[in-house]
């Protein structure tokens, strides 16, 4: 199972909105909507951020928003803020009835 | 409040076979929906997914590791056992334990360093 494909960085600046793109297969992302996006701070655990492609937990702020088109999902962040800046991962379920994660993206705020 | 916490060797041999437990509370692992899984980030690199065990023993495992792993239930005590065998230094890597609701991870242990090293 290979990791899912993510870009190694994406930047913004204070305010705009970004959008971290998880390019995958049949076999996982395209194939069911069991989408799932983390971040993950420099030194600490993951934190859950969106699950089920679209949905957001309790208390994590309406400007994370995830969707998916085909093969790939997408997190977009808006009204980009300083504390936004972090690792994030997509991981998604699997044909193998396992899961996968993605490569990682670095959320760069200018 | 659902915490939890990794414990195990912080050092193991090359071919030496690694136990690490996850010990729970805040959940029961004999809940309809929830589970246990196990993550593990070599230093600097992305997540793995490694395997998860569901409250009804249900048992799935990353499809690379799978003859290297085992994972293992103990609901009285509040535990989840994780052995990978024959170790190699690429497997040093901060392991997580992580409370599942059908594969989403809302709730993750502090990790535990584990370095494979002669």
């Known amino acids: 199972q290979s990791a899912l494909t993510q870009p190694a960085s994406v930047s913004g600046s204070p305010g705009q909105s970004i959008t971290i793109s998880c390019t995958g297969t049949?076999?996982?992302?395209?194939?069911?909507?069991?989408v799932s996006w983390y971040q993950q701070h420099p030194g600490k655990a993951p934190k859950l951020m969106i699950y089920d492609v679209s949905n957001r937990p309790s208390g994590v702020s309406n400007r994370f928003s995830g969707s998916k088109s085909g093969n790939t999902a997408s997190l977009t962040i808006s009204g980009l803020q300083a504390e936004d800046e972090a690792d994030y991962y997509c991981s998604s379920y699997t044909s193998s009835s396992s899961y996968v994660f993605g490569t990682g993206t670095k959320v760069t705020v200018l | 409040q659902i915490t939890l916490k990794e414990s195990g060797p912080t050092l193991v041999k090359p071919t030496q076979t690694l136990t690490l437990t996850c010990t729970f509370s805040g959940f029961s692992l004999s809940t309809s929906g929830v589970g246990v899984g196990w993550i593990r980030q070599p230093p600097g690199k992305a997540l793995e997914w490694l395997a998860l065990i569901y409250w009804n023993d249900d048992k799935r495992y990353s499809p690379s590791l799978k003859s290297r792993l085992t994972i293992t239930k103990d609901t009285s005590k509040n535990q989840v056992v994780l052995t990978m065998t024959n170790m190699d230094p690429v497997d040093t890597a901060t392991y997580y334990c992580a409370h599942s609701t059908y594969g989403d991870y809302g709730y993750w242990g502090q990790g535990t360093l584990v370095t494979v090293s002669s």
């Open positions: 049949s076999s996982d992302v395209g194939g069911y909507n069991y």
